[in-house]
Structure formats: C-alpha cells, structure tokens
C-alpha cells in the first residue's frame, strides 16, 4: 500500500494566525492607570504646598542672600558670598550663636526630664486622669506674648515675684534682666513652662501602649519601680524619646517670641541692653526690620537652617543606631559570647 503525499495548492488560502488576548478596553486602561496613579494623587497636595510655602521661600531667600536688598529700596546689584563672609565676620552673629545654644541647653534638658517624669505619674492610674492631663497641657494653650508677658512681671528687677521670693530668705535682689546667665535661666524658664506638658503627654500617650505584661513579669521577678522605669519604660518609649528631643531640638533653636517680649521696654525688644540674650532669630529680625539689610538677614536664615539640619543629621544618626540596637556590644557581652564560643 503506498502513500500519495499531497502537495498544498498554490492559490490555497494561508492558515490565520491564533487570535492573541483582546485589547483592552479604555475603561480597562484607565482602571489601571488610576490603580497606579491615585497613591500619588493623594500625597501630591502635601508635596504641592510644601513647594510653594517651604521650597520657594527656601530658594528665594538664598536668592536674596546673594544681593544687595534695602527693605525700602529693594533689590540692589549682586554680590556673591559677600554678605555671608560680612555676617561670619560679625561678632554679634556669634554672640547670638553662643545665646541660642545656651537657653536651647538649659531649657531643653531639664523640659526633657520633667517632661518624662509628668507622664510617669500621669501613667500611674490617677483619679480624675482627663483633669490632670488638660492641666499639664494649659501651660500649651496660653499665647506665647501672654507667657512672655507674665513671666517678663515675674522676674523684674525692681519689684518682681522672683525677687521678693528670693529676698524672703535672705538673698538680695538678682539682676535677672542684665546679667546673661540669669537672662538665659529666666527665659528657659518660659520655655520650660509652655513645653514641658506639650511633650508629657506625646511621652504618656507612648508609655500607655507599653504592655502591661512586662511591667507585672518584672514585679514577679523582684523588680522595683525604678528599675522597671529605667529597664522597661525608657526602652520602650525610645523611640518616641527621640522624637521628642529632636523637636525640641528643632524649636530651641529657632526661639524668637521669649527673648523678644522679654524685656522690651529697656532694650526695645532686640535681646538686652548688650544683647546678653539675642538669639539668632532675633538677630535675624534686627537686621531685617532695623537696619534694613535684608540681604544679610536673609545670611543668617541660611546658616541658621544649615545649623539645624547639622543638628538635625546627628540626632538622626544617634537615634537610628540607638533605635535599630547597632553598635559594638559591651565588654560582658563580648567576653559571654567569647566564652560561648570556646566551649
């Protein structure tokens, strides 16, 4: 039986292609393109508003730098890093450097240790817990001019509560508004008063998501309420610690309404009779508002915010290691997992 093999014909119409998926349509097309695209829809209005009040002032003011720039006249012909070598030169930028540290360290310190210290008590389950939480945060709601206000009557040199309080046992009257020192503690003081609350209760609401659990296991085990404080409560709330100090750090250094309202009648609000408590921003101000210079002005707000950000980069430094446990571990742990290993 033989095989006849057939030859397709040349006119034979070709075998069409397998029919591939269809194309979608365009309800399809913008169902995907709206999956993909409303994230970014969503977070553009933040990104949109912080380009036009942050980024914009941001550039514009190093513009500004760079220029001649009256307040009246306005802008003036270019020059360079002149005004930022002016103001580097300037004894009074630096005096203001050294103020603006020293109220930020005597405010911020002992504000980070009451304020811990508050929201420790108020986690201990007090009655009535709604009072006591709006009365530490009433300090927060008072306007800075009325604090400042109040507190500039508090620490007069004539006839000031400080004083008479301090003359109640023997000690004379202190130069609270002329000496620098004392200038620095008075308003830390005001800082302390309307802060303090503020971050007592970002730090309670932290030491309140602590599981109670572990509080109870170290009772059990014999610890105390200290060390169960250091060993369980800073530990948890850590990263929340870092946050705080990293605010306060932010805000320390851009202080303008204490020293401002300070001691305005004597001084005319620009940081003291010598300028013992002119702070960078108020320096800032007084170029800008009194001598008219808003190019150098605008100097000083661009070494102020490269300050901060070196300020800030290293408290994000040492919480990021604090807070992912990096580092070398301590010699007992090194000589255990010596030991471990020689076994």
Known sequence: MTTTLRTPRADAAPTPPPAGPPRPTFRQRLSRFDLKASPYFYVSPFFLLFALVGLFPLAYTLVVSMHEWDLLKGQGPFVGLDNFVEILGDGMFWNSIFNTVSIFLLSAIPQLIVAIVVAYLLDQGLRAP???????????????????????????????????????????????????????FAIATMVNFRWTGYNALILLAAMQSVPRDLYESAAIDGAGSIRRFFSITIPSIRPTLIFVIITATIGGLQIFAEPRLFDVSSAGGIGGSDRQFQTTVLFMWELAFFRRDFGEAAAVAWLLFLLIVGFGLVNFLISRRIATGEGRPNRRTRRALARGGNR
């Open 130 to 184: 709604t009072f006591w939480r709006m009365g530490v945060l009433l300090p927060f709601v008072v306007t800075p001019v009325a604090v400042a206000l109040i507190f500039s009557s508090i620490f007069n040199e004539a006839d000031g509560l400080a004083n008479n309080l301090l003359n109640l046992i023997g000690i004379p009257d202190q130069a609270w508004k002329h000496d620098t020192f004392l200038s620095h």
